[in-house]
Each structure stands twice: as structure tokens, then as C-alpha cells.
């Protein structure tokens, strides 16, 4: 079975400091990784993905994430943190043939002006 | 135009009542979900419908009984309901049953059960 570790449910960051959200996963086949942000009362969008080929993966508003095998990781960056990027992120994991999405528990970013 | 709506967006009822939520995506897609996240935030599948098809129920209680009338619409009926029945729910769609696709969540329908 497939599940996924966010480590941190609250992490607080500095306007402009760097983002650090960790994921851990665990899947016996190769995984598909994604990463969700839910803003105040609404629901999750995507922020990016990780299916195949480049590890390094970019998404919507300066996010990035790397897939890292060999340590079971999918962490989330951002170089500068900005006041509207406070929300609650999940990591997710699924596969080929996957029925299901299997989300973490979800860290809440603040960030402090 | 929201891509994926629901309503209402609150909902506020005693215990042993029956209610429902109505789930309509405008994006054309196949597949469409029902999740539930609760007050710590976690967020679980309850049910996946493709083409109108019972694909997943992750060990839902009877009393929650989905249903689809067209691939543009997913409801969700609540028999009884029970103080642990209040959460946060949430309908989702995407291109098809390939876990690969994103996707698409309404923006949900807080149920409070008093």
C-alpha cells in the first residue's frame, strides 16, 4: 500500500525567506507525486506533479519540487515566500493503475511579515 | 464558469436527519470523486464514479449513498446522520480514471451535524 509522511504540520517562514516543506513517501512501484495547496475555505488546486522523466519539477507560482528515489522524497521549495502563499499544502502519491489518490496530512504554511 | 461546483456550501442539521449535497463539473470530464476532510485537515476518498460507474467505496458506512444521474454529476445522500458525519466534503473530477491527471476539486461543503 502507498501512503505519504508530510514531516511538520505547521511550518512558519519569514516574507521573502526561503520555503522548506517536507514529503516522504512509500510505494512499491514507481510513484506518481503531487503536491496540492488549499487556500482559506476553498478547495485543493495543483501545484505541481511528478509522473516520469525530469525529477526536478516546476509548477504554478514559483514552486518547485524534486523527486529523489533514492531517499523516497518529494520536498517543495520556493526561493521567497510571499504573504498569499499562507495556505495548507498536501503531498499526494498514487501510480499506474492506482485507484486512488493517497493524500498526506497536510502542512499549514504562515508567513510572518 | 466554476469548473467544479457544489451545494450548499454550509449545511447545518440535527442528528438522524437525511440530507444531500449536489456535485456538478462543467470540464467534460470521465471520473468523479467524493472526499471527506476532517477538522485536522486530513483528507480521505470516500468514492470514485467513472462514466457514471461505481468505481471505489473506501469502507463508507451505508448510510452514505452517492449518486450519479450523468458523468457531469456526482450527489451525495446522508441517511441519519451522526455527530461524526460532520466535515468538511469535498467533490472532485478528472480526465479519467489515469491517476496521473489532475484533479479538479469544488470548493467544498462544510456539514456541521448538532
Known amino acids: 500500500a502507498q501512503s505519504v509522511t508530510q514531516l511538520g504540520s505547521h511550518v512558519s517562514v519569514s516574507e521573502g525567506a526561503l520555503v522548506l516543506l517536507r514529503c516522504n513517501y512509500s510505494?512499491?512501484?514507481?510513484?506518481?507525486l503531487f503536491w496540492y495547496v488549499q487556500y482559506p475555505n476553498q478547495g485543493l488546486q495543483l501545484l505541481l506533479k511528478?509522473?516520469?522523466?525530469?525529477?526536478l519539477v516546476k509548477g504554478i507560482n514559483g514552486f518547485e519540487a524534486e523527486f529523489k528515489k533514492s531517499e523516497t522524497s518529494f520536498h517543495l521549495t520556493k526561493p521567497s515566500a510571499h504573504m498569499s502563499d499562507a495556505a495548507e499544502y498536501f503531498c499526494?502519491?498514487?501510480?499506474?493503475?492506482?485507484?486512488?489518490?493517497?493524500f498526506g496530512q497536510g502542512t499549514r504554511l504562515t508567513i510572518n511579515p | 464558469d466554476t469548473a467544479v461546483s457544489q451545494t450548499p456550501k454550509y449545511l447545518v442539521t440535527q442528528m438522524g436527519n437525511d440530507k444531500s449535497i449536489k456535485c456538478e463539473q462543467n470540464?467534460?470530464?470521465?471520473?468523479m470523486y467524493w472526499y471527506k476532510q476532517d477538522s485536522k485537515k486530513f483528507l480521505k476518498i470516500m468514492f470514485s464514479?467513472?462514466?457514471?460507474?461505481?468505481?471505489i467505496n473506501e469502507t463508507v458506512p451505508n448510510r452514505f449513498s452517492p449518486k450519479s444521474p450523468d458523468k457531469a454529476h456526482l450527489n451525495l445522500h446522508i441517511n441519519s446522520l451522526e455527530l461524526g458525519d460532520s466535515a468538511v466534503y469535498f467533490c472532485?473530477?478528472?480526465?479519467?480514471?489515469?491517476?496521473?491527471?489532475?484533479?479538479?476539486f469544488g470548493p467544498g461543503t462544510r456539514l456541521t451535524v448538532l
Open positions: 472532485a473530477s478528472s480526465q479519467d480514471l489515469s491517476f496521473f491527471n489532475e484533479q479538479f
Open positions: 510505494s512499491s512501484v514507481p510513484p506518481y
Open positions: 511528478y509522473t516520469t522523466g525530469a525529477t
Open positions: 499526494a502519491v498514487s501510480h499506474q493503475g492506482a485507484q486512488k489518490l493517497v
Open positions: 470540464l467534460g470530464h470521465d471520473t
Open positions: 464514479y467513472n462514466n457514471k460507474e461505481l468505481i
